[in-house]
């Protein structure tokens, strides 16, 4: 078998990692995959998001299995279109991954079938908008872009000023494109939050372990939002209890809200959840794998992932026993120094050996690019630094004590991820 995998970060890695432990597979390609990706496959340069750059790649290579990773490609129809060529997909058709790529269709689909979230309105008019946040004069107020914003498109404003400034950066600026012709203002919610990526092939839905992202970009959740500086897994929040909460009044129900939407959903749905004091919440779908948490749930994954994919495809994952270890996971992200705003590219990175990979630990490769047969830096979160042990504080101690000695020039890294869950 011959695979694709369509992406470049460390979750693409953290994916082809795992395939790389099934037999049939005689080659993944990875288009445009990454410096220490390719150490693992070969890396073609197509863009993530050329749907018919990729139709050619897979026909000119044979490819048998394709996995589409990253939002854009899904929200785009990659999958109905390399499907449409006979190759068949891991990852959902255009019209389920509206699950994701439109925060107005997946709120909707919540209150049109029952399924806990914040309490919300939708707006096409900054006026209106405004108008509602000053009736309902509760703060902080949460604002949304509807579209697709790297994770970017969500603000929140402590007061009315602020408010308004929110709308205005959305709305008449469009600081985030298009996306922002349209917000949904929401109720604030507050508890911790958690990861559960599951596997669906629209018959059943199984959860992936737990996890929990960091997603500001500074120390004690400062600064700004950014794609993810570091995770953990399993999350200690997210109880037995808790979990069998989730797939009565969540996971199921978004999986039949889907089928009776005649948008059935197929592949990895991540489901972004805060635990309130009134039970769980669905803060945001995902219609693909986070990153970085697939950085530390694959790793605890011990079946198969490609026998997985496949029955994703076929409509057969209720067969399959899907078994995690029992150990913990954790991930720091080195990212460059200005990251989330400007950083410089190109710097090299030291403490990995001749596979990008250092003793002891996974190192997952986001932007990083091989030159000379050198690492160097190429992106704004640049490595993921993966630790399993038995204990959620012997994997963070076994990951920060690589971090030491992994590094570049300006590296910016947090060194409070998972610090209040030891
Ligand atoms: P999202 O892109 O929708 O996941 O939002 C990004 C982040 O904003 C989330 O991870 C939360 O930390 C925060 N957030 C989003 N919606 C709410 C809400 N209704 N209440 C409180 N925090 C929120
Ligand atoms: N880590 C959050 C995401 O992948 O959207």
């Known amino acids: 078998m011959k695979v694709l995998v369509v992406g470049s970060g460390g979750r693409e890695h953290a994916v082809i990692r795992k395939l790389k432990e099934n037999s049939e597979i005689t080659e993944i390609i990875c288009a445009p995959g990454n410096g220490g990706i390719a150490a693992l496959a070969r890396c073609e340069a197509v863009a993530a998001t ?5 139709g050619e790649l897979a026909e000119r290579e044979k490819i048998d299995f394709c996995v589409v990773t990253p939002d854009d490609p899904l929200a785009l129809g990659m999958v109905d279109f390399l499907e449409g060529k006979g190759i068949p997909c891991f990852g959902p058709a255009e019209n389920a991954a509206i699950i994701e790529a439109s925060k107005v269709f997946s709120k909707n689909l919540m209150k049109t079938y029952g399924i806990p979230t914040a309490d919300y309105n939708v707006f096409d008019k900054p006026e209106e908008a405004m108008k509602y946040i000053r009736f309902k004069n509760s703060y902080p107020a949460v604002i949304k872009a509807d579209g697709l914003a790297l994770g970017k498109g969500v603000l929140i404003a402590a007061d009315e000023k602020e408010a308004e400034e929110a709308v205005k950066e959305i709305m008449v600026d469009q600081a985030f494109g298009a996306s922002g012709s349209r917000v949904v203002v929401e109720e604030f919610m507050t508890g911790p939050e958690v990861s559960v990526l599951t596997f669906t092939d629209g018959n059943v839905i199984k ?33 037995k209890e808790i979990a069998d909460i989730c797939m009565k009044t969540i996971f199921e129900p978004t999986m039949r809200a889907m089928n009776a939407e005649g948008r059935t959903f197929k592949g990895c749905l991540y489901f972004g959840l805060m635990l309130t004091p009134k039970g769980p919440r669905v803060v945001e779908y995902n219609c693909r794998f986070g990153d970085p948490e697939t950085q530390v749930v694959l790793p605890l994954l011990k079946t198969d992932l490609f026998t997985i994919m496949k029955a994703c495809h076929d409509g057969t994952l209720a067969d399959i026993d899907i078994e995690w270890s029992e150990q913990s996971a954790a991930c720091v992200i080195e990212a460059s120094g200005g990251y989330p705003q400007k950083y410089t590219k190109g710097y090299e990175i030291y403490g990995l050996d001749e596979n990008g990979q250092h003793e002891g630990v996974i190192v997952y490769h986001a932007g990083t690019k091989l030159s000379d047969g050198k690492y160097l830096t190429n992106g704004g979160r640049v490595l993921g630094i993966t630790a399993l042990a038995d204990t959620l504080g012997e994997a963070l101690d076994k990951s920060y004590a690589a971090v030491k000695e992994i590094g570049f020039e300006k590296v910016h890294y947090r060194t409070d991820i998972g610090r209040k869950l030891r």
């Open 50 to 54: 050329d749907l018919a750059g990729m």
């Open 207 to 239: 959860p992936m372990v737990s996890s929990m992202d960091h997603k500001r970009a500074l120390d004690n959740d400062e600064g700004l939002n950014t794609g993810g500086m570091g995770t953990i897994a399993p999350s200690p929040y997210y109880t």
